[in-house]
């Protein structure tokens, strides 16, 4: 046996009653069984079907919201670990549960590399570890936590910054002292003072009893002025205390300590 189903457009005129509902349809569907159609064809005529109301479908439309996801205020950013070139941090979210692979990092609107996101334990926790950051030893660092398309959460974009620990004086400044012919006056030059911090927590003092803040010039030099000749002197090169911008005034080593470098020097 074959079964053929032919579809027309209908217009249809419902009449309801206690039990059923009868539909007056001017057109309709034909089945044809055997080359042979069950209604007769003629979109002229008018048919009475019955629908048995028990048999209605309703139709639910369901709305999904995505949650919005923010770091949690209260907790920040926690930096486990750090040196010149790299940090280690946890950062804890607001919202229920977190996957990696919807964060990436970002600077100036581009996306870095040297940065990788993981899950903790805690399911609205991350772990975040960059490495090899140049040039900012003792320095801030600033990055933006952006997400990509996720179809179950929205995270705001949070902007973080990092303080990144200075070079060690003793490892890696040397002071480099230079007394003019007249005795009276010491050239002074710490090479790549800038590789250490920034100027402004550089100084150095030309003896014990200066206690002078004077920062070096751009190109990580000074000039010790008014000299006795014939005099010891013992120089100090200093490096201020930096404070740490991922903690707060009442946090605990919220800064880096003072650090001092000295060189005896004759005129």
């Known amino acids: 046996m074959s079964t053929q189903t032919s579809t027309i457009e209908a217009s249809v005129d419902i009449t309801s009653s206690t039990s059923d509902t009868t539909m007056n349809v001017t057109t309709f569907t034909t089945e044809t069984i055997m080359g042979m159609s069950t209604i007769p064809f003629n979109e002229t005529d008018e048919y009475n079907i019955t629908i048995n109301e028990s048999t209605s479908t309703e139709l639910y439309t369901t709305t999904f919201i995505p949650e919005i996801c923010s770091p949690d205020i209260f907790n920040g950013i926690d930096v486990i670990d750090r040196n010149a070139s790299m940090f280690i941090a946890i950062i804890t979210y607001n919202c229920s549960l977190i996957s990696?692979?919807?964060?990436?990092?970002?600077?100036?609107?581009?996306?870095?590399?040297?940065?990788?996101?993981?899950?903790?334990?805690?399911?609205?926790?991350?772990?975040?570890?960059?490495?090899?950051?140049?040039?900012?030893?003792?320095?801030?660092?600033?990055?933006?936590?952006?997400?990509k398309d996720s179809q179950n959460q929205i995270f705001l974009n949070e902007t973080f910054t990092v303080t990144l620990e200075p070079l060690s004086l003793?490892?890696?400044?040397?002071?480099?002292i230079t007394v003019d012919e007249n005795l009276t006056s010491a050239f002074i030059h710490i090479p790549n003072c800038h590789d250490i911090t920034n100027l402004q927590y550089l100084i150095f003092r030309c003896n014990s009893?200066?206690?002078?803040?004077?920062?070096?010039?751009?190109?990580?030099?000074?000039?010790?002025?008014?000299?006795?000749?014939?005099?010891?002197?013992?120089?100090?090169?200093?490096?201020?205390?930096?404070?740490?911008?991922d903690k707060g005034e009442n946090d605990d080593n919220n800064t880096f300590e003072e650090e001092t470098l000295t060189e005896i020097y004759i005129t």
Do not use: H, K, M
């Open 100 to 147: 990696s692979s919807d964060l990436f990092i970002f600077i100036n609107e581009t996306e870095i590399d040297n940065c990788n996101i993981t899950e903790q334990f805690s399911n609205n926790t991350i772990n975040i570890i960059c490495n090899n950051i140049e040039n900012n030893a003792g320095r801030n660092w600033t990055f933006t936590i952006g997400s």
């Open 170 to 176: 003793q490892l890696f400044a040397n002071i480099s």
């Open 209 to 245: 009893s200066d206690i002078s803040n004077n920062t070096l010039s751009n190109d990580c030099t000074y000039t010790c002025l008014n000299l006795i000749p014939g005099s010891n002197y013992t120089a100090s090169f200093v490096r201020l205390p930096i404070p740490i911008a």
